[in-house]
């Protein structure tokens, strides 16, 4: 059975500890306290502040202050001030006595603040006199530039009445709207999806004008306050260390004598041995789906509905506290208040006239195009959206965030949405809980590979140093850095699963190619899968002309491989003959049996859909794994960040390369003559890049007639695999001048040194 506890409740159960009394009773601060792992540092914060004298805590930089106020979250934050980034200014408007916290990155109190009283500001409340007109000037006079429609931080739109406005200080914009030169509702909006939010009393906008007088640094400024940090080279008067062995034998250090709680990952063994010694479990868990979880494996807990960075023990009183992160190795992350970048520029643009689309609300319908209507003596331009039957939708451009474009398998018209119809709430609702089945399938899965034994690799410095040796190119140093993390991952027990970033060129080949060859001189098997047949052919050109001169037998499976051919690679796969295998989704088949797979290297993994990279994973959770990717995806992203992947950038390009150009222009045919024109004078290829199969004939003629005696050829993804790949290795020998392709050859540019892209 669970009890439900609040975060309240163990705050509360912080400040009763004899630890924390015997602290707040010394008649001298010490130098540094150690004891307070997980979220207890955010609490002691409190409790210090409490005690009524003003603070100044020097964060390692913006996370780390969301991570505190994300542990306080659900308890009273009255006078805690977060600052995130030159926000400073607003410090000068509270009162300069009054006892507060201060949370902010130790790099961001070096410097100046600025003198806020100085800068000119608008004052905005509802019933308020203010004339429209002369509100545009001032923002127009103070640094504010004013658009269309509103997508980033500094700017500003009117249209009709309705005036929005996004100051550099704030997370989101504000609309103000106006009954003549009368302020009617201000409110809080999301710039994506135009939805209000939170309705304000007033909004004063400041000047956007950098002041003349620079003022002090935060640290100057507040150099009364007691600084607190866990920073030895921010020398704060109070150090906060998790070292205390280190500090224990000194004076003028106190241990609170907390400890971290262990990792479970899945093992409730170890819970259970806590709970028979007597320790009282304590959990912090979504309760909706954390109670039915924790009650299969224990028969009494506590159970906190809220969100903590991590856990505890107090041996002391006999309690322990237990996160997500200990229960199974990933932290649950504060959705932070985010400064908007900015609308897609081409949101509205790259729409078509019979395009589907979905909108949140009312699901699938088909775009009709952008008509203007008269509404309430005002015109305004809608999106023309149909359903089915004869049902209609004109959704306000302002409204647009609340559409986005149907992704769904290609050749397959989806089912139309009736307006009205319960049908589109059922399959979200359907959408939702299949997520999160899988989301829990994949969390089961990853805190099972994190406890389970791998296979460590063996050194083989020799073969490791030929193939170095025989790298045609200078590594980079980041190249060099990542392959030095893999070749150390790979010689752990523990599997690897290593996420290696990098734009197109910059030698993440290479780098899956020395992990593959290390895998493969321990006679573990590899899989390497790419998105395409054309990307998976490069692979296989690449890897066996590098491995050529090694016992290393390369593969591929595609459709460029016929039916016997394709037979026998899977019978000598299962024997064990193939050390490589490399190919397209052919590879997740059924058909597919390995004999001793020792790695998966998932290439583009952008491209493929969650269930397909971890098919193989599922069942063989100790396989080490390397991805590869220019765009990682969120969730994979967000993995890298939690730590449950360890991430490798390579950002150093390789030695030659010239910085990639990028212009934004009309079509221009002059541009385009000379462009290409210049591009063939110093003996480089051209790729012009046109996602519409439909119209690419018509640029080929347009192109023809405008650059006459090049050489021309036209590639995309509904020719006969056979064609593509001959077209594809023209482009490379060069018999081709200007290939006109949709995005199917954009990820095998790197192997074309002489290419631009247009």
Not at 122 to 130: H, L, N, W
Not at 151 to 179: C, H, K, M, N, Y
Not at 318 to 323: A, C, E, K, P
Request: proline content about 5%; charged content about 30%.
């Amino acid at each position: 059975m669970a009890e439900h506890l609040t975060k309240k409740d163990l705050y509360a159960r912080f400040l009763e500890s004899a630890s924390l009394i015997r602290f707040l009773g010394l008649s001298e601060l010490p130098r540094s306290v150690s004891g307070l792992p997980g979220g207890l540092r955010a609490f002691f914060l409190k409790a210090l502040r409490g005690s009524g004298s003003q603070m100044l805590y020097l964060a390692k930089d913006s996370e780390e202050v969301e991570r505190l106020l994300f542990d306080l979250e659900g308890i009273d934050r009255t006078g805690i001030v977060a600052i995130r980034r030159i926000e400073s200014l607003n410090l000068l408007r509270l009162p300069s006595g009054a006892p507060r916290l201060i949370l902010c990155p130790a790099e961001l109190s070096e410097q100046s603040m600025g003198w806020r009283e100085e800068r000119a500001s608008i004052y905005f409340e509802p019933s308020g006199e203010v004339e429209l007109e002369e509100a545009l000037n001032w923002l127009a006079d103070n640094g504010f530039q004013r658009e269309t429609l509103l997508t980033e931080p500094a700017e500003f739109a009117q249209r009709g009445g309705i005036l929005d406005v996004f100051s550099p200080l704030w997370s989101e914009p504000v609309r103000i709207e106006f009954e003549g030169d009368r302020v009617v509702f201000l409110r809080r909006f999301d710039p994506l999806t135009q939805r209000s939010h939170e309705k304000l009393s007033s909004v004063e906008i400041v000047s956007n004008k950098p002041p003349d007088n620079q003022g002090p640094t935060l640290r100057e400024y507040l150099k009364d306050s007691l600084t607190i940090s866990a920073l030895p080279e921010a020398s704060p008067r109070l150090l906060i260390t998790d070292k205390a062995a280190e500090f224990a034998p000194q004076e003028g250090h106190f241990d609170f004598g907390f400890t971290p709680a262990v990792k479970v990952l899945g093992h409730f063994e170890e819970l259970r041995e806590l709970e028979s010694q007597g320790l009282e479990l304590c959990f912090v868990l979504d309760p909706e789906h954390g109670e039915s979880y924790l009650s299969h494996h224990l028969e009494r807990f506590k159970l906190v509905d809220a969100h903590l960075s991590g856990g505890w023990v107090d041996r002391a009183t006999g309690y322990g506290v237990f996160t997500e992160h200990e229960l199974f190795g990933v932290r649950h992350r504060r959705r932070l208040p985010r400064h908007f970048k900015g609308i897609p520029s081409d949101a509205i643009y790259e729409l078509h006239p019979g395009d589907y689309v979905v909108h949140i609300d009312y699901g699938i319908g088909i775009y009709q195009g952008l008509k203007r209507l008269e509404i309430a003596g005002q015109s305004k331009e809608f999106l023309k959206i149909s359903y089915a039957g004869t049902d209609v939708l004109y959704l306000p451009v302002e409204n647009l965030g609340l559409l986005d474009r149907y992704i769904g398998a290609e050749g397959r018209a989806p089912r139309v949405n009736r307006l009205g119809s319960q049908r589109w709430k059922l399959a979200r609702k359907h959408a939702r809980k299949a997520a999160y089945d899988y989301a829990q399938e994949l969390l089961a899965l990853y805190a099972k590979r994190s406890v389970v034994r791998g296979h460590a690799f063996s050194r083989h410095p020799e073969e490791m140093e030929w193939i170095e040796l025989t790298f045609p190119y200078e590594e980079t140093p980041d190249q060099k850095r990542a392959i030095e993390s893999i070749l150390a991952d790979m010689e752990t027990p523990n599997p690897m699963d290593r996420l290696v970033c990098g734009e197109v060129g910059y030698g993440k080949t290479e780098v899956a190619l020395r992990a593959a060859l290390k895998a493969a001189l321990d006679s573990k098997q590899v899989a390497m899968l790419a998105p395409t047949t054309i990307l998976a052919l490069q692979h296989y050109r690449t890897f066996t002309e590098r491995l050529k001169e090694l016992p290393i037998r390369v593969q591929m499976l595609s459709r460029f491989v016929g039916l016997a051919e394709r037979r026998k690679t899977l019978a000598e796969l299962a024997e064990g003959k193939v050390d490589v295998l490399i190919g397209t989704h052919a590879l997740l088949a059924e058909a597919v049996k390995w004999n001793d797979l020792g790695l998966l290297v998932v290439d583009d993994e952008h491209r493929f859909g969650v269930r397909q990279k971890e098919r193989i994973r599922r069942k063989k959770a100790e396989v080490d794994t390397l991805t590869l990717t220019a765009t990682p995806i969120p969730r994979t992203l967000y993995m890298s960040l939690v730590g449950i992947r360890d991430v490798s950038r390579i950002e150093t390009p390789p030695v030659g390369r010239k910085d990639v150009v990028t212009e934004v222009s009309n079509w221009s045919d002059d541009m385009v003559r000379e462009w290409v024109l210049r591009e063939r004078s110093r003996g480089g290829l051209v790729l012009f890049i046109h996602n519409r199969i439909e119209t690419i004939e018509s640029l080929r003629r347009r192109l023809e007639r405008l650059l006459p005696g090049l050489r021309l050829e036209v590639a995309h993804g509904q020719m006969p695999e056979r064609k593509l790949v001959s077209i594809y290795d023209s482009f490379i020998e060069r018999k081709i001048d200007i290939l006109i392709s949709t995005a199917i050859l954009e990820s095998v540019l790197s192997s074309v040194s002489s290419v631009d892209e247009k």
